[in-house]
């Protein structure tokens, strides 16, 4: 394989310069809602939502499948 031919692509290295590591700013918001107090009600909500769906989306097609003709 020839890799100077004319379809080749060529790949410029890493500039340091344009590589932004400030990931705390956009981590900030999720840090809150995952740790201590506040993680613990979000995550309670979040498993007590998907026990509803579940449960309609169970009582829905037990519904359907069980009605008489």
Do not use: F
Request: one cysteine or more.
């Amino acid at each position: 394989m020839d890799s100077n031919g004319a379809g080749s692509v060529q790949y410029d290295r890493w500039n340091e310069d344009n590589i932004n590591m400030n990931v705390e700013a956009s981590q900030s918001s999720l840090q809150i809602m995952c740790v201590g107090s506040t993680g613990i009600v979000v995550k309670a909500a979040g498993a007590a939502a998907a026990l509803v769906a579940v449960y309609i989306i169970g009582y829905m097609t037990g519904y359907y499948i069980h009605r008489c003709p």
